[in-house]
T-cell receptor, first 112, second 111 residues
Framework: DVKVTQSSRYLVKRTGEKVFLECVQDMDHENMFWYRQDPGLGLRLIYFSYDVKMKEKGDIPEGYSVSREKKERFSLILESASTNQTSMYLC???????????FGPGTRLTVT | GIQVEQSPPDLILQEGANSTLRCNFSDSVNNLQWFHQNPWGQLINLFYIPSGTKQNGRLSATTVATERYSLLYISSSQTTDSGVYFCAVENSGGSNYKLTFGKGTLLTVNP
C-alpha cells in the first residue's frame, strides 16, 4: 500500500512565523504535490516536484516555497505566515506516467 | 483551464439505497480519479479510471472519455459511505500533472 505521511495533523502558528510542512512518501514516486483546500474554493495546487531539486509553480504559489532534497520528502515552506494561509494542506505523490495521485492525511494550519 | 462539474452537490439517502454521482469535464483527460474525503479530511483513493469501467465491492465507476463524463455508483449504501466524493482530472493538454478537482458531492447516509 502507498503511504504518504505528513508531519502534523494540526498546527497553530502566529503571523510572521516561518512554517515548515513536511511530507514523506514510501513508494519511490517521482512526482510530489502540495495542495490547499478551502471552503468554497476547493483544492488548488500550490507547487509540484517531478524529481529531486526540481519544482514547478502551481496555481497559487505566492507566499510559499518548497524544498525537495531527497526523493521521498517534499517540504512546503511559509516564509512569513499570514492569516490568509489558514487552510487544510494536502500532500500527494504519484508515479509517472500514469500519475495516479495518493494523498496524505492533511495538515490543518491555523495562523493567528 | 479544464472545468470539472459534479452533480448533485448534495445527496441524502437511507441506508441500503443505491446512488449515482456524476462528473462532467470540459476537455480531454489523461487521468481521472474518484476520491472519498473522510471526516478527518483525508482523501481516500476509490478509482483511477480515465476510461472504461471498474468495480470494487459495492462501488463501481464508468468513464466515457469521448463524451467527457464519469459516473460513480454506490450500491447498498452504508452510513460509513457518508462524506464528500470528489472527481479529479488531469487535462491531456496541460502541464505539471496537476489534478483539477470538482467541487464534490456531499453524501449523507442515514440509518
Amino acid at each position: 500500500d502507498v503511504k504518504v505521511t505528513q508531519s502534523s495533523r494540526y498546527l497553530v502558528k502566529r503571523t510572521g512565523e516561518k512554517v515548515f510542512l513536511e511530507c514523506v512518501q514510501d513508494m519511490d514516486h517521482e512526482n510530489m504535490f502540495w495542495y490547499r483546500q478551502d471552503p468554497g474554493l476547493g483544492l488548488r495546487l500550490i507547487y509540484f516536484s517531478y524529481d529531486v531539486k526540481m519544482k514547478e509553480k502551481g496555481d497559487i504559489p505566492e507566499g510559499y516555497s518548497v524544498s525537495r532534497e531527497k526523493k521521498e520528502r517534499f517540504s512546503l515552506i511559509l516564509e512569513s505566515a499570514s492569516t490568509n494561509q489558514t487552510s487544510m494542506y494536502l500532500c500527494a505523490s504519484s508515479p509517472p506516467p500514469l500519475n495516479e495521485q495518493y494523498f496524505g492525511p492533511g495538515t490543518r494550519l491555523t495562523v493567528t | 483551464g479544464i472545468q470539472v462539474e459534479q452533480s448533485p452537490p448534495d445527496l441524502i439517502l437511507q441506508e441500503g439505497a443505491n446512488s449515482t454521482l456524476r462528473c462532467n469535464f470540459s476537455d480531454s483527460v489523461n487521468n481521472l480519479q474518484w476520491f472519498h474525503q473522510n471526516p478527518w479530511g483525508q482523501l481516500i483513493n476509490l478509482f483511477y479510471i480515465p476510461s472504461g469501467t471498474k468495480q470494487n465491492g459495492r462501488l463501481s465507476a464508468t468513464t466515457v472519455a469521448t463524451e467527457r463524463y464519469s459516473l460513480l455508483y454506490i450500491s447498498s449504501s452504508q452510513t460509513t459511505d457518508s462524506g464528500v466524493y470528489f472527481c479529479a482530472v488531469e487535462n491531456s493538454g496541460g502541464s505539471n500533472y496537476k489534478l483539477t478537482f470538482g467541487k464534490g458531492t456531499l453524501l449523507t447516509v442515514n440509518p
